[in-house]
């Protein structure tokens, strides 16, 4: 019996022994062939995993996609705004401004985007200004954007100002971005490839700002014009034509600017613009204004303009009456 366990123990022993130089040897294989041999590639960490940023709120997460999409889509960037487009502190990349949303002040989100006179070029804007549900203000002005505006930006509950002047976007007047928007008061194309029509909606809009100069507008003023509530009204630099509306007397209470030069606008001036009690700055040169006089009341505003001849009509719109 006890050689027998003894035979049963060495072979034990002679197992165990075994078991520990293969662990030996093995380790030597694993751990030290590949530092002596410099050639052998480790694998790297697959580069489309991104790393676990840690966001200071769930609403900045959210937003980051959309954000580095956008970057992606950048084909221009003199100042090299867009590299401080980079981890998890969105509220600290250029152009960016975060605050606490209206409805959960202690939750932090991008409520402002201000990418003025960046020069940035893209082919779009969709997908981006829409992709921030807290944003209110919107402004990219003096950059190479293209592209149309998008209808969905009428869903952003807070977005009140949209300045996307000098550009190059294009397509038609973002009449269902703006006509389904129920907070936007300020809108600027200006100096864009805008075409075709405004619809005549846009004018019972409640807007403070309205300014639509340089871009390729084609179309007579709708007879509607005047019940705009906006005090700032810039039509300038199109193709509207047609004669200044009649109704534009409603505006008496708000409209302080208007501009109307260089179209195609023909006619006399209304009667009804003397009603503008408000008004400060009225240009309509340059169009096919007819009449040969001027009102008086116009004539004692600063900076009066009615264009060649400066006809105002009283009675029937075709019968231009000579004032003072
Ligand atoms: C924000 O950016 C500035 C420089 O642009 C840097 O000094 C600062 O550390 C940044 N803050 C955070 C929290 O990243
Ligand atoms: C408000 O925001 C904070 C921070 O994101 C969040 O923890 C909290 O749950 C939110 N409250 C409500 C009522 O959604
Ligand atoms: C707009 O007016 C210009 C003249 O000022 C003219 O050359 C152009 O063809 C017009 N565009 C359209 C679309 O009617």
């Not at 078991?19 to 040897?25: R, S, V």
């Not at 294989?29 to 041999?37: A, D, E, Y």
């Not at 006399?268 to 009225?282: A, N």
Request: hydrophobic residues 40%; glycine residues 8%.
């Amino acid at each position: 019996m006890d050689q027998k366990h003894n035979q049963l123990l060495l072979a034990y022993y002679y197992h165990t022994a075994t078991t520990f130089f293969m662990i030996i040897i093995l380790s030597f294989l694993f751990v030290f062939i590949p530092t002596l041999n410099s050639t052998i590639i480790i694998p790297q960490p697959d580069p489309l995993i991104p790393e676990i940023l840690n966001f200071l709120d769930q609403r900045l997460a959210l937003v980051y996609p959309i954000i580095q999409t956008f970057k992606n889509t950048i084909t221009s960037d003199p100042f090299g705004v867009t590299q401080t487009w980079v981890g998890p502190n969105i509220c600290n990349y250029t152009g960016f401004y975060c605050d606490n949303p209206p409805d959960n002040l202690t939750a932090l989100t991008v409520a402002s985007i201000d990418l003025n006179g960046f020069r940035l070029a893209a082919p779009s804007l969709d997908g981006f200004i829409d992709g921030f549900p807290d944003l209110a203000l919107f402004h990219a002005n003096t950059n190479s954007f293209s592209g149309p505006i998008s209808a969905g930006i009428a869903k952003l509950q807070y977005l009140y100002e949209l300045d996307v002047s000098n550009n190059m976007l294009s397509g038609t007047f973002p009449a269902e971005a703006v006509l389904n928007s129920r907070s936007l008061t300020f809108l600027d194309i200006r100096f864009n490839l805008f075409y075709g029509s405004v619809p005549p909606g846009i004018f019972v809009k409640r807007l403070d700002v309205l300014f639509i100069n340089d871009n390729d507008f084609v179309q007579r003023l709708p007879e509607n014009l005047g019940e705009t509530s906006v005090y700032y009204l810039t039509l300038a630099n199109n193709n509207f034509t047609g004669p200044i509306p009649r109704s534009i007397g409603k505006a008496s209470e708000t409209l302080m600017e208007v501009l109307f030069l260089n179209n195609h606008l023909t006619g006399c001036v209304p009667y009804e613009i003397g009603f503008l009690t408000k008004l400060t700055v009225l240009d309509a040169g340059n169009n096919q204004l007819t009449g040969g006089g001027g009102d008086t009341q116009l004539r004692r505003k600063p900076s009066v303009r009615t264009g060649a001849g400066g006809g105002v009509c009283i009675g029937e719109y075709s019968e231009p009456v000579l004032i003072g």
